[in-house]
């Protein structure tokens, strides 16, 4: 079945760095992909998307291409702030309307 | 606008019992739908409401049960608490099933304890 894998964390970074958290996924057909981000004391929140192969979500400084060949959505961010401190899910379209999480990546940024 | 809200915040049963949460969907939504998720998992899908009706449903026993009222509101039950079910319920509404869009407006949970 449908399926998402991301990256373990926790990840820890310093304010300005670089950010990269892989997302895979497996499916039938082409479904739409999601970042969902949870702030510490929050509800989820959708942070980006994309609909189709080779669309580019953005949102915040965040990043997220839908990659049909490698199967791949990688979110990235050039440079990271205290504030981006969060949980975030890889999530895919489900058949029935539902989204299908990945386990989530917690981000800790260190001013 | 009003965001979604759920109730109650936190709560702790023991096992063999029965619980209902409950969730208000956020202002012109028509869909919920509901979300289980185990420490350090992602969010499961449990089923979704559309107009009052069952529109779909995850991998969960019959055990979980829910409602949706002409406001849209929602209610999840679940009967004969077993430890597994510990876990954050999340209420999630949407426009026409998400209308494949994929945005869900989530609220903060109900975390459960069963004892």
């Known amino acids: 079945g449908n399926s998402v894998t991301q990256m373990e964390g926790p990840v820890t970074l310093s304010e300005e760095a670089f950010l990269t958290i892989n997302c895979t996924y497996t499916?039938?057909?082409?479904?739409?992909l999601f970042w969902y981000v949870q702030y510490p004391g929050e509800g989820l929140q959708l942070l980006l998307k994309?609909?189709?192969?080779?669309d580019k979500g953005s949102n915040k400084g965040f990043e997220a291409t839908y990659r049909k060949e490698t199967t791949s959505f990688h979110l990235e961010k050039g440079s990271v702030q205290v504030s981006d401190s969060a949980v975030y899910f890889c999530?895919?379209?489900?058949?029935?309307?539902?989204?299908?999480f990945g386990k989530g990546t917690k981000l800790s940024v260190k001013p | 606008e009003t965001g979604v809200t759920q109730s109650p915040t936190h709560l702790i049963k023991t096992r063999g019992q029965q619980v209902t949460l409950r969730c208000s969907s956020q202002?012109?939504?028509?869909?919920v739908s509901w979300y289980q998720q185990a420490l350090g998992q992602g969010p499961q899908f449990i089923f979704q409401?559309?107009?009052?009706?069952?529109?779909g449903r995850g991998n969960f026993p019959p055990r979980f049960s829910g409602l949706q009222f002409p406001n849209y509101s929602s209610e999840l039950n679940v009967n004969a608490l077993e430890l597994d079910d510990s876990a954050l319920y999340l209420c999630?509404?949407?426009?026409?099933?998400?209308?494949?869009?994929?945005?869900?407006?989530f609220g903060e949970g109900s975390r459960l304890t069963v004892l």
């Open positions: 409401y559309y107009r009052e009706e069952e529109n």
């Open positions: 499916a039938t057909g082409y479904p739409s």
């Open positions: 994309a609909t189709k192969a080779d």
């Open positions: 999630a509404s949407s426009f026409d099933r998400g209308a494949g869009t994929g945005e869900l407006f």
């Open positions: 999530a895919l379209g489900g058949s029935q309307g539902n989204l299908i």
């Open positions: 202002s012109g939504h028509n869909t």
